[in-house]
């Protein structure tokens, strides 16, 4: 059963006191914040178009408003997933949410302001007061989206709503992290175990075909039980997305939510494309999977089994030894940045009572590059830590390099870090392995992490893509709406009959990304443009290596697809999607042929 937090060695928690010393301090930053959140009007409004100076002097003032804002949210978020059932931080949480839409009601103004600005007035000013250049790519980037802001008035009401607006996720954090219970089923020893979000992947993993079918039923279970509830929470989120998307003139909510990181939407449809073409290897990937486990029908529950009883536990002191050994591959500087992870206490490892499921990388311009884990011990884990290290590292790397107005990165990006690391890790552990029985081993879980990124991401992006584009059309999103089209989706992408699989029509309701506005594409993305990058890392030149650290530097001071252009990755081309999947063929083939050998399941 999962721990207290109590419980739990302190070298294993992150230490956010290096945020704030205590929660006092904390709370005395939050009252300055909220009294100086009051005035902002009416010192800086109508002041834009004033001078050069007047210029600077808001655009300043609103980016080191945000700076600090961004530092007491990650604390309060960060105390709040370590565990979700403790009010004060969920008040915390609530509180800087609070905040944050204050600042953005007051700062409405900005804007409009700004984009009344001519462009000959915009020239004089940035010669006047050179101090504004370093501001160009941040005032290019607004300008470019002229088209799209709303007057003063509707700005300031829509960001005056935006707790309202954003309430329907945080009612799907709480009601699924800290409400849902999952029932106690039986594991491999016959002990009753207390199933978890964050055991429920070991369980999937279970050798015992018993073990796995009752978990499975068990978890959609409780997705079944409350799916009306699950369904009006998306809805409303869709919802949300769609009527932001129309008020700022957008054609639909993927344009407006693309566009807010300069991403085309080429790249989606491309990526969908392509993805569906190479449908068959999957498939492919299903029948061998079939055949290895020597199943006459092949469930759902039956898709995360690992194809090789090789034991490949790792302890987390392990692991980390293991990361810093193959992510040595980027230099020392890139190392120390590892090092000082480990040493300082950036990560939150094991699951606990009420603590957020799954993993993340997050953190402020002014924190560490924290990370969140829930540590099973299995050798997913070692490559979830290596892929939040890659996060970790672009978020540092990025501030190290940049000043606070490009110190962060789209999300666009940011799947490419991490994902890069995922690949290299393979590499290596291939290099490594003893015997045909590890390469096997190794094989299968680069192909299901293919799978279940590359493939399993797009099969989710073509949900979302349709779930918005319906209820744009006047589709009611109801629980059968809802399950009907993602039972539908799944065949097509596995080939496993919907009718003969009905659990797998709840999976919906338990994907938080649902609620993030189309960030799902770029786990696929970034998964095919790594592949093709650790390539060039582990067997190109140091003139590679060099043009992927400045890739990680980067940060927001151009247009992504430019920063990733110059690391050799062409995201609109169909490129390197052809050579990721002629890469996933390979090693389809290779473990086709160990099979055909003999190296089988035990």
């Keep these: 059963m999962a721990k207290e937090r109590n419980e739990i060695k302190a070298e294993l928690l992150w230490?956010?006191?290096?945020?704030?010393?205590?929660?006092?301090?904390?709370?005395?930053k939050l009252s300055t914040l909220f009294a100086q959140v009051g005035t902002i009007e009416s010192q800086?409004?109508?002041?834009?178009?004033?001078?050069a100076q007047d210029l600077l002097k808001t655009v300043e003032a609103m980016l080191d408003f945000s700076r600090q804002i961004e530092k007491v949210?990650?604390?309060?978020?960060?105390?709040?997933d370590q565990d979700t059932r403790v009010t004060q931080y969920q008040e915390y949480q609530a509180k800087v949410t609070s905040l944050y839409a204050k600042f953005e009601e007051g700062f409405a103004f900005f804007e409009p302001e700004l984009l009344s600005i001519s462009t000959e007035t915009y020239t004089a000013f940035v010669a006047e007061e050179p101090q504004l250049l370093k501001y160009s790519h941040f005032f290019e980037r607004l300008f470019s989206k002229k088209a799209h802001v709303l007057s003063e008035k509707e700005e300031k009401l829509l960001a005056k709503s935006s707790e309202i607006l954003g309430s329907a996720a945080e009612i799907f954090e709480i009601l699924d992290n800290a409400d849902i219970d999952f029932p106690v089923i039986t594991d491999e020893n016959g002990d009753k175990v207390q199933l978890t979000h964050g055991n429920f992947i070991s369980f999937m993993e279970s050798k015992n075909r018993e073990v796995r079918k009752e978990a499975y039923q068990a978890l959609y279970g409780i997705y079944a039980q409350y799916q009306h509830t699950y369904a009006k929470t998306l809805q409303t989120n869709v919802k949300v997305h769609n009527l932001n998307a129309e008020v700022h003139h957008y054609a639909s909510a993927r344009e407006a939510a693309l566009s807010a990181n300069f991403v085309p939407e080429k790249v989606y449809d491309v990526l969908i494309e392509n993805v569906n073409k190479y449908l068959p290897l999957l498939h492919r990937y299903v029948q061998l999977r079939q055949q290895i486990l020597g199943l006459p029908d092949l469930k759902m529950y039956d898709m995360y089994r690992p194809l090789s009883n090789l034991d490949y536990k790792f302890n987390y002191a392990q692991a980390a030894d293991k990361a810093q050994e193959v992510l040595g591959v980027f230099g020392d500087a890139y190392s120390k940045k590892v090092k000082a992870a480990f040493d300082e206490q950036w990560i939150d490892v094991e699951e606990n009572v009420g603590k957020r499921s799954g993993a993340y990388s997050g953190g402020a311009y002014d924190t560490n590059a924290f990370m969140l884990l829930n540590w099973q011990e299995t050798l997913d884990d070692v490559f979830t830590l290596v892929h939040e290290m890659g996060h970790s590292m672009h978020s540092g790397f990025t501030r190290a390099s940049q000043p606070y107005v490009y110190g962060d990165y789209p999300i666009f990006l940011a799947e490419i870090a991490s994902t890069t690391n995922e690949n290299i890790l393979t590499e290596s552990l291939l290099d490594e392995a003893k015997d045909e029985k590890e390469q096997f081993a190794i094989l299968?879980?680069?192909?299901?992490?293919?799978?279940g990124t590359v493939f399993r991401?797009?099969?989710?992006?073509?949900f979302e893509q349709e779930i918005h584009q319906a209820d744009a059309a006047g589709q009611v999103l109801t629980s059968d709406f809802l399950n009907g089209l993602y039972g539908q989706l799944n065949e097509k992408y596995y080939g496993l009959k919907a009718e003969e699989n009905p659990e797998?029509?709840?999976?919906?309701?338990?994907?938080?990304?649902?609620?993030?506005n189309f960030y799902v594409f770029q786990y696929s993305t970034g998964f095919a443009a790594a592949s093709f990058l650790a390539?060039?890392?582990?067997?190109?030149?140091?003139?590679?290596?060099?043009?992927?650290?400045?890739y990680l530097k980067a940060g927001s001071s151009d247009y992504p697809l430019n920063v990733i252009k110059k690391a050799g990755v062409d995201m609109e081309s169909s490129e390197y999607l052809e050579a990721a999947f002629t890469l996933f063929e390979k090693r389809l083939k290779a473990l086709e042929e160990l099979v055909a050998k003999g190296v089988h399941i035990d």
């Design 457 to 462: 991401q797009a099969q989710f992006a073509e």
């Design 73 to 80: 949210y990650v604390y309060a978020s960060m105390k709040n």
């Design 15 to 28: 230490d956010l006191t290096s945020i704030f010393k205590t929660d006092d301090e904390f709370e005395k």
């Design 535 to 550: 390539e060039k890392i582990v067997h190109g030149t140091a003139e590679d290596k060099e043009a992927y650290l400045n």
């Design 504 to 516: 797998i029509q709840y999976e919906w309701a338990r994907i938080p990304h649902f609620y993030y």
């Design 44 to 51: 800086y409004k109508g002041h834009i178009t004033a001078s």
């Design 444 to 451: 299968n879980h680069w192909l299901d992490g293919f799978k």
